[in-house]
């Protein structure tokens, strides 16, 4: 059967209210879209707007007087970043929902190594909630603080790969510009050399995602655009 005329149809399952196997390719879209966007939204926030500013890396004096002089900001970025990890795993069912009629085993894999991801970053959560609780102690905290980043970081690595598939699926789909298909691709090959380049090079800066992200914001677009157009069966 070629792409262009995938018949959804044909992948119905038995109806169960609520549950994201049920959804049809156009709700599948629009929950998607809008859980990307808000991850967008919250994650900037959470890292750029509350968890970076607090913790000056390599002053564990002046990390401590930051934490404990706005809580209320640090665990905002915290709550943050548990959001985030809640709708990926949401974003990570619809887009099975959405690519399962092209390949039901590279949509499955992409929504479980997705999830896989999703709660790694609860794990790193986990060491500012502890960091924070070894706030008396600036020397002990600042360490436990900042293994955050590098725990999310190298956990990309996965995220990496689920784009990876994700992008494979659209660029086959038909129904779906190959363009972001490539453009998912570059961006996952960012999030994996970033990955890498935390785990194994000493000081190393996460940057190559931050430049090849466009096709992360490019599907959210498309997504809430033309996913409506999308069959309701």
Do not use: C
Not at 42 to 50: E, R
Not at 179 to 198: C, E, K, N, R, T
Not at 209 to 219: H, K, P, S, T, W
Request: charged content about 10%; hydrophobic content about 60%.
């Amino acid at each position: 059967m070629k792409p262009s005329t995938l018949d959804y149809s044909k992948t119905e399952v038995p109806q169960r209210p609520m549950h994201f196997t049920t959804w049809s390719p156009r709700t599948a879209a629009i929950v998607a879209g809008v859980g990307l966007a808000g991850m967008a939204v919250l994650a900037v926030f959470a890292n750029f707007g509350a968890i970076v500013p607090l913790i000056a890396r390599g002053d564990a004096e002046q990390t401590a007087q930051n934490v404990s002089g706005a809580p209320f900001l640090f665990f905002a970025g915290v709550f943050g970043f548990f959001l985030v990890a809640l709708l990926d795993v949401i974003v990570a069912g619809a887009l099975y929902t959405l690519f399962r009629p092209v390949s039901r085993r590279v949509s499955a894999a992409a929504a479980w190594i997705r999830s896989a991801y999703a709660v790694l970053l609860v794990v790193a959560l986990s060491q500012l909630v502890i960091g924070f609780s070894l706030s008396g102690d600036p020397e002990a905290a600042l360490p436990v603080l900042e293994s955050f980043n590098t725990i999310w970081v190298i956990s990309q690595g996965l995220f990496g790969i689920s784009l990876l598939l994700v992008g494979y699926l659209a660029f086959r789909s038909g129904f779906v510009p190959k363009v972001f298909g490539v453009l998912l691709a570059i961006a996952g090959i960012g999030y994996l050399a970033d990955a890498v380049g935390m785990a194994f090079i000493h000081d190393f800066s996460a940057v190559f995602a931050q430049y090849l992200f466009v096709g992360e914001v490019a599907i959210i677009f498309w997504l809430l655009i033309a996913g409506r157009r999308l069959s309701t069966n």
